[in-house]
């Protein structure tokens, strides 16, 4: 084949760039906007023998509203997961304001043990958790040997249990985007605030805290969001107690072969997810962003 | 000075095995407009990051009314510094941001929003209390900045290097401004620059840095025509230094043996030349006039007539020594004279133009 | 419809989970089967006896062998292997061959109690074989000798008080029904009436408040085992699991319920998929597979009874419920969900 060179350039100068833009933004989309769009129309469809048959249904969607068992199993995870959230983003801001403040090499070894909870398995975090946690588990002896009777047993198989390891696996995604922001503010504007005559409470709560809002918010939305889509955590160990929306879900799949019923849970879930995270953003301080 | 408001005694900062400061001595006086210049690297920002007190001396003292600044923390310090990025707070709006000195010490919010107002009325940014600095050119920003510094009414005001993002028209502006502001508010301004033309513009008194010590203190007058040395008098603007031997010392007055002749200059208490030292004469060219041959003791021969618009620029050179050449700068339009490349000529200034320097 | 499934299916391919045998060659025996029933050493044997290709592939649940199944009609496999139970559904959709008993004769060589294909339910249709009973295991009423006062006789020691927060069950809606419908004394414990689930439901509740808490994997079992304190369990893997637990150091005991105990009993069967020399290959497999030594070492190595040596998992004074499907997995999931909704 006979090509003029630089026509050829010129072509793949004309159409190479568009080309790999539509490339690298089409990939992410297809893997994202395929299964979600399936999951929609599964969500309409319902179960027929052992089919799903698209029958553009919204009756999945009336049970969600109207069993009020969804609905308390539905707002019983928001609470915890909104539980966890906060508790993680409150316990994470001073860890990353320590990062930030700390200097090099106590900076590093910092970020270093923080992260490394982000470099194992999940399950087995949660099996770690799980021997800390059960009846003869290191937690429950010590809360046994303080000897306060209420406090036995507080941690062993229930919704706080799931509440403690949610946080505590979470907090490494509180923490970072916390420290992100923080690290993004200039020194200069600390030192400004310093020479207005300003403390260092005074700086932090005018300059410090509105401007790493951002971080927190992402820390926040972030936590949520893990939380609330976790079900391996509820079912580890919450015991028949932590009961949550990622369960039922889960319970959908699998044998029960309630797809339809399942995508219309997730849609709730991911719709929960956006309208958090809508607020979030909504609430954030504009001009820190 | 009468009664100096900052002092600095002997100050050193060592990064490491790096001295960045070597033993400055520094006062700046009431109601003073002092200019720090040098060269990037010089050590100038230091000095105003020591007196902030964003950075601490190794050794030496600062102070404050005759009180030690040592260890006192920046937010005790009565001074107010103008950052050079300016150092807006990006989600305050304008009247928060001046008003922030202000909040800080406790004032009623009324008498901020007022104060704030009046600030911003001084600076001409009457309107602008509400928006938010990403909304600001960079002239208003440093405009919002100066007026963060001066609301305070700190008894010093220090601006690191403020003008240096400014196009050059604006800057001009501003340093008529800042300087006019300066004797509004009668408050002392260290200002940092490594721009000599807004030194000599703007300053009271102008500190020459360089490597970390203090070439010369001197008003922008003396700097000009009475540098210390010959580093400073090539600092600004075109200067002839002619080269030559004392022939003769006295007290007051020193005779020179130059490539264009023997000439008798005032000598100043620096000097401390003898018989057969080398010296040099600092002159500058828009001091020098141009004379009859015959009735001069300095001659030389005209090399170039160079035609800029109002003024000319005329290259003289010695007749012994083809190397020594002098620039005179004269009005194009002055008459009496007509110069023909080659032609002899006589050299002429004013006995207290003519400034020695040691070599 | 037809576009929904392909639609599934097409995002199974992608997500990875469609395995590479649509490459596969058709002299090629395709096996669909779990981890431990077609070993290494067993397929080589085959394949040097019989001059024989043979692909296995493992897989973690029921809906992954449905999918690939009903994916392909059959073409993407030719022997599954699965509970009775669950191989209804296949029978219904036309997906399986019947299986030419002339071609096993090992089949006359296993156990007495399983020698007569018509006495076990699920097996035959229309006169026809269908599957090919293989392996089994019993759910056990699991229990630490050290923790009870004397040993559990009865399904119904889950719900005493005495063990209250010392009480392990498997999550899993069939399963629980089917043991508190026994309980119940129900007739048919896989095929329930509302009432009778409504009445399971009731006990089931009752049973979550005696719960430290539900497992879902055997693994998971062990350590929870190690770290609490453990007094009755339902123990869903049978045999296997109580293996695994007193290797892991736990002091256990296990034990048939009088009342009896649902049994599962993986069967081999074939696809319809598997045509001519094709399915004379599969029937030397399951031949083959039902060899004595064949299972015994199956037996011996996972804990599982098989149907051709005896484990003495089950005596015959044992009552046996073997799994059959159930009336309706969603009803029961819907209600299983009820009661771990309920606080």
């Not at chain 1, 009336?62 to 609905?71: A, K, N, Q």
């Not at chain 1, 409470?201 to 300059?207: E, V």
């Not at chain 3, 408040?209 to 339902?234: D, K």
């Amino acid at each position: 084949m006979n090509v003029n060179p630089d026509k050829s350039e010129r072509i793949v100068r004309q159409f190479g760039r568009p080309l790999f833009y539509c490339f690298v933004f089409a990939v992410p989309l297809l893997l994202i906007a395929a299964p979600f769009a399936s999951f929609l129309a599964i969500s309409v469809g319902e179960v027929k023998g052992s089919d799903i048959v698209m029958s553009l249904t919204l009756k999945n969607f009336v049970r969600i509203v109207e069993d009020p068992l969804y609905f308390q199993v539905v707002w019983k995870t928001i609470s915890l997961c909104l539980g966890v959230s906060i508790v993680t983003t409150c316990l994470g801001y001073p860890i990353a304001y320590l990062i930030a403040i700390s200097t090099h090499s106590i900076r590093y070894a910092l970020i270093c043990i923080f992260s490394i909870p982000l470099l194992m398995n999940y399950v087995i975090k949660i099996y770690a958790m799980r021997s800390i946690l059960g009846g003869s588990g290191v937690l429950n002896k010590f809360l046994e040997i303080i000897g306060i009777s209420g406090l036995s047993n507080l941690f062993v198989f229930n919704l706080n249990a799931v509440f403690l390891v949610l946080a505590s696996i979470l907090l490494p995604f509180a923490i970072f985007p916390i420290f992100i922001a923080l690290e993004r503010i200039p020194n200069s504007l600390l030192h400004a605030a310093a020479d207005l005559g300003a403390s260092r409470f005074f700086t932090f709560t005018r300059i410090i805290l509105p401007l790493s809002m951002p971080g927190v918010a992402v820390a926040f939305s972030f936590t949520f969001v893990l939380a609330i889509g976790d079900f391996i955590t509820p079912q580890m160990v919450g015991g028949p107690t932590g009961f949550t929306l990622g369960r039922v879900i889960y319970s959908q799949f699998g044998l029960a072969f309630n797809w339809p019923f399942g995508a219309a849970l997730s849609i709730v879930l991911m719709t929960i997810v956006m309208v958090t995270i809508a607020l979030t953003v909504f609430v954030t301080p504009r001009r820190a962003r | 000075m009468a009664s100096s408001l900052v002092k600095l005694r002997k100050i050193v900062k060592t990064y490491g095995a790096i001295k960045v400061l070597d033993g400055i001595d520094l006062d700046i006086g009431n109601d003073e407009f002092v200019v720090v210049l040098g060269p990037s690297g010089s050590g100038k920002t230091t000095i105003l990051r020591m007196i902030g007190g964003f950075t601490q001396p190794s050794s030496g003292e600062i102070e404050f009314d005759g009180m030690s600044l040592n260890g006192v923390p920046i937010n005790k310090r009565p001074f107010n510094t103008v950052f050079q990025d300016y150092a807006l707070f990006p989600h305050m709006t304008v009247a928060d941001n001046v008003g922030f000195g202000l909040r800080v010490r406790g004032v009623a919010s009324a008498q901020i929003t007022a104060e704030a107002a009046n600030a911003l009325s001084l600076v001409e940014l009457k309107g602008f209390a509400d928006r938010y600095p990403a909304q600001l050119s960079g002239g208003q920003r440093q405009r919002v900045a100066l007026a963060r510094a001066i609301i305070c009414k700190p008894r010093l005001i220090l601006l690191d290097e403020p003008l240096a993002a400014l196009d050059a028209s604006l800057r001009r502006q501003m340093q008529t401004f800042l300087k006019d502001l300066q004797r509004e508010i009668k408050t002392s301004f260290l200002f940092i620059t490594h721009d000599q033309e807004e030194a000599i513009t703007m300053a009271d008194r102008i500190v020459i840095v360089d490597r970390g010590v203090i070439c010369q203190t001197a008003t922008p007058r003396q700097m000009y025509y009475q540098p210390d040395n010959l580093l400073v008098a090539t600092f600004f603007g075109d200067n002839n230094l002619i080269r030559g031997t004392a022939a003769e010392v006295s007290e007051k007055w020193v005779v020179v043996e130059t490539p264009f002749g023997t000439c008798r200059v005032q000598a100043p208490e620096t000097l401390w030349a003898t018989v057969k030292d080398p010296l040099c004469i600092a002159v500058r060219p828009e001091n020098v006039t141009l004379v009859a041959a015959d009735a001069a003791p300095l001659k030389g021969r005209v090399v170039s007539v160079e035609f800029t618009g109002p003024i000319s620029v005329i290259k003289v050179e010695s007749h012994s020594d083809p190397a020594a050449v002098l620039n005179v700068k004269c009005l194009s339009a002055a008459k009496g004279m007509e110069l023909a490349i080659g032609g002899d000529v006589g050299i002429s200034w004013q006995s207290e133009d003519a400034w020695p320097l040691h070599p | 419809m037809g576009r929904m499934r392909k639609l599934l299916t097409g995002l199974a391919v992608l997500a990875g989970l469609g395995t590479s045998t649509g490459l596969a060659q058709s002299e090629t025996l395709r096996i669909v089967t779990w981890q431990g029933y077609a070993d290494d050493d067993w397929v080589e044997e085959f394949e040097a006896a019989y001059n024989a290709d043979v692909q296995v592939t493992f897989v973690g649940d029921d809906a992954e062998i449905w999918a690939k199944v009903r994916g392909s009609n059959g073409a993407d496999a030719d022997i599954i292997t699965t509970n009775t139970g669950q191989l209804q559904r296949y029978i219904d959709a036309n997906l399986l061959a019947p299986i030419d008993l002339n071609m096993v004769p090992n089949q006359k060589e296993v156990l007495e109690q399983f020698r007569d294909l018509a006495k076990i339910p699920g097996v035959m249709r229309n006169g026809k074989v269908f599957m090919m009973p293989y392996v089994y295991a019993p759910y056990l009423l699991a229990y630490n000798p050290d923790l009870v006062s004397e040993a559990p006789t009865s399904w119904s020691s889950l719900w005493d008080p005495k063990y209250k927060g010392k009480v392990l069950t498997h999550d899993s809606y069939e399963y629980n029904f089917t043991i508190a419908a026994i309980l119940d004394g129900a007739k048919d414990p896989f095929q329930l009436s509302e009432d009778e689930l409504q009445r399971c439901k009731t006990k089931l509740i009752d049973l979550q408040h005696q719960l430290l808490s539900y497992y879902q994997y055997p693994e998971e079992v062990v350590q929870l085992w190690q770290s609490n304190e453990i007094a009755v369990m339902m123990a869903a893997y049978g045999p296997s699991q109580i293996n695994a637990l007193r290797k892991a150091g736990a002091k256990v005991e296990a034990v048939i319920p009088k009342e009896g105990t649902p049994t599962w009993l993986d069967s081999m069967a074939v696809t319809v998929g598997a045509k001519g020399a094709k399915y004379d290959l599969a029937m030397k497999w399951i031949n083959f597979a039902l060899k004595k030594e064949i299972s015994k070492a199956l037996a011996r190595r996972t804990n599982f009874g098989t149907t051709g040596f005896d484990t003495g998992a089950i005596t015959p004074n044992d009552k046996i419920f073997w799994v059959q499907s159930i009336e309706d997995p969603t009803r029961r999931s819907d209600l299983w969900n009820e009661i771990k909704a309920t606080p």
